[in-house]
């Protein structure tokens, strides 16, 4: 288990705001009158996307953020190199299910904020011009400065292709708390949806966490805007929680966690490690996710209810646990095919070594 893992699975891989939603459901889709989403369907059989022992002999794969297309695309936390506990981030190319490549474009060098751990990827097309070129690609992703569960801070690299190369902003985006110590948890686990991708706006979704106790994690919101050449954070809120359950039916708290926007219902999918963590070792990723919806208008405010949709646990994949979870998104962080959700989770045994069975698979449901 990677120490990054460990800091993850601890803690853990919208009024005025409204007009913006509209403006990306304005570029993107024929707006239909939006409803709610209240039912899903029965996940598939799942479809194994990539196992690490693909390129290493021993390694790890978690965490990941899909784009489909006629080639699929998938960035993951993946271990450095065989039997290394270090996370870089990896894009394996996947033609169907043939492996086309996966390699490193993502990782801790140096002595900077980022210089030991990277991980948590969540890719998104958006215009910024920075020093001036121009990108239009980010790449938002975690990390630290240290081999430790601590001082996570949220930083983006750019490209002009989705395959790369990335080049990073050299200052975090969502910087650590200056006012905790460095050996807290912080910041981390990034998720975004572009908001306006010609404007250089995005929604950023994050989690923090700055105890020892993993239930004070939160989940939190903002806009990010590169109109200026640098990135500016405005509307920040935490995002409430009412509504989420854990697995005895209680009130819940939310991280590691990934979201999809569907322009046609104006809902926001939230599906994230459901808790409480087991008892049985690894202890620190959960047993099973759980799927969730709420309103745009709700999810943009910091108000309102989820509606627990479905979970996904040892009934569906089979293996002990079930974590770190992702949806296929567009690079826009929307639905692919609005008639379905296509869940991304990881998979793995229990101890001893089960950090080195983490798998990536895919299964669907109807919507």
């Not at 105890?211 to 509307?235: C, E, L, M, R, Y």
């Not at 202890?283 to 208008?297: A, E, K, L, P, T």
């Not at 639905?335 to 950090?355: G, Q, Y």
């Amino acid at each position: 288990m990677s120490e990054n893992e460990k800091r993850r699975s601890g803690r853990r891989r919208i009024g005025g705001w409204r007009p913006a939603a509209a403006v990306l459901i304005g570029m993107l889709v024929a707006v239909s009158v939006p409803t709610t989403a209240t039912a899903i369907g029965s996940w598939s059989t799942p479809s194994l996307v990539y196992t690490p022992t693909s390129v290493q002999t021993t390694g790890y794969s978690y965490a990941p953020d899909l784009i489909p297309g006629t080639t699929n695309r998938m960035w993951s936390c993946h271990s450095r190199t065989s039997g290394t506990v270090r996370d870089d981030i990896f894009e394996t190319k996947l033609n169907g299910a043939t492996l086309v490549s996966s390699a490193s474009v993502l990782s801790g060098t140096g002595t900077g904020w980022d210089s030991f751990h990277n991980c948590d990827p969540s890719v998104v097309a958006v215009n910024a011009t920075i020093a001036g070129t121009a990108f239009s690609y980010a790449m938002f992703y975690t990390g630290n400065d240290a081999d430790c569960s601590c001082h996570n801070q949220i930083g983006v690299a750019f490209a002009t292709s989705l395959d790369g190369p990335w080049t990073k902003y050299p200052s975090p985006v969502i910087a650590f708390d200056p006012a905790q110590p460095t050996t807290q948890w912080g910041a981390g686990q990034p998720s975004a949806t572009s908001v306006d991708p010609a404007a250089g706006t995005v929604v950023l979704t994050w989690t923090s966490g700055y105890t020892s106790t993993p239930s004070d994690s939160k989940g939190n919101f903002a806009q990010i805007s590169f109109a200026t050449g640098a990135p500016v954070v405005s509307s920040r809120h935490q995002i409430q929680t009412t509504g989420l359950t854990d697995s005895t039916g209680a009130a819940d708290y939310l991280n590691n966690f990934d979201i999809a926007y569907s322009p046609t219902r104006d809902v926001f999918f939230l599906i994230r490690e459901a808790h409480p963590y087991p008892t049985s070792n690894p202890n620190y990723i959960s047993s099973s996710v759980q799927v969730d919806s709420i309103s745009g208008s709700a999810m943009w405010s910091g108000t309102g209810n989820w509606t627990v949709l479905s979970s996904i646990g040892s009934g569906v994949t089979g293996y002990a646990r079930t974590h770190n979870p992702g949806f296929a998104r567009t690079v826009y962080g929307t639905l692919p095919d609005e008639s379905k959700l296509t869940a991304l989770v990881t998979t793995s045994t229990l101890d001893p070594n089960s950090l080195w069975s983490y798998r990536v698979w895919s299964t669907t449901a109807t919507l």
